[in-house]
């Protein structure tokens, strides 16, 4: 055992000393395996850009390392994506003026063409808000044969309800049953419950009439006072039969700080078809008037139907009803005639309406849709179609105190009829097929959403507070900020710089003077507020009727808040607005895809930055028009650039351009300059993150080419691609790579000029 111990020692020296070497071999053999592995790594790097010195920006002189990786759940999306569409920078430069592929040539004529309008109170609280619907569906059936590239606002409006919808649906957030976030997601709950909803059938307007008083069409009816049944309608109900009243400013509203809001009282929402030769407000050709009637007698008979009411007692009340709509109607007049005719913000007391139109006790009716908030009989109201008004007032005294017509009690009908109009999207679903067929054969098709969009739309109506505190808490309210004022003020150093006609133009005190904000306000409201709020609200587990009857108070109880507020801000909305001195970016604008706080900043300034400049561009159209010559000479020259890289000056006349596509050109050649601006001074503060190995302006040029690529961002088409405008702005900055800039291809005298 001893003996073995010196044995032993060498041979462990020994050991240790071939461990040595080996150690050393394998030394040097790891380290010249980690000097290929980086200089691989570096080759990886430069044959893929990264380190082109221009792709760091253009403040630092030397290049650095890439920044670190966003590695977020939704970069990891936004890299997905990045990496599936076609790398920009792979090609030699005169790709720029085909980047998107296939795509490109099927969209095409197919282009959606698309100019929201703004989203006004009086519209909202008019139920205008789908108005559109119509309109989408008919181009969807034009062009369902192409690959029709979304717009970028119905991509965005699509993420906002797509948002709402998983709040909604969310389990984890357990919080008292009062709540008004549980009263909230109980609302979306009964609404997507359409097993109960077909079950109850008619049953629950059938109830509510009898709340009511009963309807004459049944046989029995308590008359009660006509004032009085209307009133209530549009206190409780939301139901507007015999006119229309919301609020919103005076006619001398010029924009500057806080506006004054005064009651309007407008002409109602006929059901009757009503349609206008251009001037005079008859129907047109007797025939096809004679159809759209007869399809009109139709629905009602069956929505009657439907009820349960007696065929024999619907014959003998219907030919009434008709023949009072149409008498209505024949006083309304479309918006252009009213315009013309300056029958628009016509301004009166109360008390000289009452002088006006005696049929109808319009200080009880006014109490009652503003309750409780007080209306006096001094108060100005503005009347958007007066003689409507007063005629409707002789037609009412004639149908409820004449002996002909009084006993029919068509009056009530008229107005049981208006409510159930109002309720319809919360009966079964034959109820709202028969409205559907009756629209589609006066040639207003309108696209079928799926039930959730349905719900949470309904829901934003009465719950729209609640949903956006909720949105507030998912969006990064304080990169939204920045970026928002950084592009702001990027966007006011670039006006600024535009040659003005005169030394000192409005529209540039206008835009310093503005003060961007999100929307709604930071401070707007807390949890145990809004609880406040709505805890008199009643929302029942299964009772998707009733809780859409207290959803119609809620929004009565809206409509009285644009007294106090300067604006209601709709969930919904995507695009900015002007409201007094302040431009208001709505939260909805701040979503993914097109935006997300763990982005790195040079995608959101891209994508979403671009976005918002344009928008304010658009906003502010007119007055530069007015006041400028640059955006003029901008785009012409972009134009001439554009047909000179493509072959000539034949082809750029080959698409002549209207004065749209011009303006289109400069706000959408200026807010990318603006957005690259602005990222630029944000790169002086503050170090970005990368996604998929770009990052800096390299990564902002892919993001913005990604963007261009999967939507149409813009309001009128232009023929050639976003990325054209990308190869422009490269010509005269240092901003974008050498392989960009194509010089060989561009005249000198384009350099200068545009
Ligand atoms: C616009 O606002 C200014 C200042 O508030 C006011 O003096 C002017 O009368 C307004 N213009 C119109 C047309 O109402
Ligand atoms: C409604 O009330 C007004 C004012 O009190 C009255 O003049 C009018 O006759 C009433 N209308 C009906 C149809 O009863
Ligand atoms: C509506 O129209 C469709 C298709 O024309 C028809 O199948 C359906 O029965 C109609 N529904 C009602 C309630 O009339
Ligand atoms: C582009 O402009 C240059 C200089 O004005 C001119 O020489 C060239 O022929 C033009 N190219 C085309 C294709 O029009």
Not at 232 to 241: H, Q, S
Not at 473 to 478: I, K, M, Y
Not at 665 to 692: C, G, K, N
Request: proline content about 6%.
């Amino acid at each position: 055992m001893i003996d073995e111990s010196p044995l032993a020692m060498p041979q462990s020296v020994q050991k240790s000393r071939l461990t040595t070497k080996q150690l050393q071999i394998l030394l040097v053999l790891g380290s010249s395996i980690i000097v290929l592995l980086l200089l691989g790594l570096c080759l990886h790097f430069i044959s893929s850009g990264a380190f082109d010195p221009w792709a760091v920006g253009i403040n630092t002189a030397s290049p650095r390392q890439a920044p670190p990786p966003c590695l977020s759940q939704a970069c990891l999306k936004a890299a997905e994506r990045l990496s599936a569409s076609a790398d920009p920078f792979a090609q030699p430069c005169d790709h720029f003026l085909f980047n998107c592929g296939p795509k490109e040539v099927l969209s095409s004529g197919g282009r959606e063409k698309r100019r929201g309008e703004a989203e006004g109170q009086s519209g909202r609280m008019q139920g205008e808000r789908w108005s559109n619907r119509g309109r989408n569906a008919g181009r969807a059936r034009e062009t369902e044969t192409f690959a029709v590239t979304p717009s970028v606002q119905s991509a965005q409006r699509t993420a906002v309800l797509q948002l709402i919808r998983e709040i909604l649906e969310s389990t984890d957030r357990p919080g008292s049953e009062d709540s008004a976030e549980q009263k909230a997601r109980r609302f979306y709950s009964t609404c997507m419950d359409t097993e109960r909803i077909e079950k109850a059938g008619p049953e629950p307007f059938l109830k509510l009439i009898e709340k009511l008083g009963g309807w004459a069409v049944f046989g029995k009816w308590n008359r009660r006072d006509f004032n009085a049944t209307l009133s209530l309608l549009m206190k409780d109900y939301f139901t507007f039969p015999f006119f229309n009243i919301y609020v919103g400013s005076g006619p001398s509203d010029n924009n500057t700080g806080h506006q004054q809001k005064y009651i309007q009282i407008d002409q109602p929402d006929i059901q009757i078809p009503v349609e206008w030769i251009s001037k005079k407000p008859i129907p047109i050709s007797r025939k096809k008037k004679v159809q759209d009637l007869r399809h009109f007698l139709l629905s009602r008979v069956q929505l009657l139907s439907l009820l349960g009411v007696p065929s024999s007692s619907t014959s003998q009340h219907m030919g009434m009803f008709i023949q009072l709509s149409s008498e209505l109607a024949q006083f309304t007049s479309p918006l252009l005639y009213r315009l013309q005719h300056q029958l628009l913000y016509h301004r009166l007391t109360v008390g000289e309406l009452q002088a006006q139109a005696p049929a109808i006790d319009w200080l009880g009716c006014l109490q009652a849709s503003f309750h409780p908030l007080t209306v006096r009989e001094s108060d100005v109201v503005y009347l958007h179609n007066l003689p409507y008004i007063t005629h409707m007032s002789k037609i009412i005294r004639k149908w409820w105190f004449t002996k002909k017509f009084s006993h029919s009690d068509t009056l009530h009908t008229f107005m049981i009829l208006s409510l159930l109009n109002t309720v319809i999207p919360a009966l079964d679903s034959r109820f709202f097929e028969i409205q559907r067929n009756f629209s589609a054969v006066l040639g207003n098709m309108e696209e079928v959403v799926p039930r959730w969009s349905h719900c949470v739309q309904q829901t934003e109506i009465g719950f729209n507070t609640v949903l956006q505190n909720l949105i507030r808490e998912r969006v990064g309210v304080a990169e939204a900020e920045d970026l928002m004022h950084s592009v702001y003020s990027s966007l006011k150093s670039e006006l600024a710089d535009l040659p003005w006609r005169n030394q000192n133009p409005s529209i540039l005190h206008k835009v310093m003077s503005l003060s961007p904000r999100l929307s709604p306000y930071t401070e707007f409201t807390t949890k145990e507020k809004l609880d406040e709020q709505y805890s008199n609200v009643v929302i029942i587990e299964g009772d998707y009727f009733s809780n859409y009857l207290q959803s119609l108070i809620l929004q009565r109880k809206n409509r009285n808040k644009v007294f106090s507020h300067m604006s209601i801000s709709n969930t919904l909305a995507v695009t900015p607005h002007l409201t007094g001195n302040e431009i208001h970016f709505p939260l909805g604008m701040f979503l993914p895809p097109l935006f997300h706080a763990s982005f790195p900043r040079a995608v959101n300034y891209a994508v979403l930055g671009m976005l918002m400049a344009k928008d304010i561009l658009h906003l502010l159209m007119p007055h530069i028009q007015a006041q400028s010559q640059a955006p003029e000479t901008v785009s012409q020259c972009v134009w001439a650039l554009y047909g000179n890289l493509t072959g000539g000056p034949d082809r750029a006349q080959q698409a002549p351009i209207t004065p749209a596509q011009r303006w289109e050109t400069w706000a959408q050649y200026s807010a990318l300059q603006i957005a690259l601006q602005a990222y630029q001074d944000s790169l002086t503060q503050l170090e970005d993150t990368s996604l998929s190995g770009l990052y800096h302006n390299r990564l902002f040029f892919a993001a913005f080419l990604q963007v261009s690529c999967d939507f149409e961002l813009h309001y009128d088409h232009l023929p050639f691609a976003d990325s054209f405008l990308l190869a422009t702005i490269c010509m005269k900055s240092d901003f974008c790579p050498q392989s960009m800039i194509c010089s060989h291809n561009i005249p000198e005298h384009f350099k200068q000029s545009c």
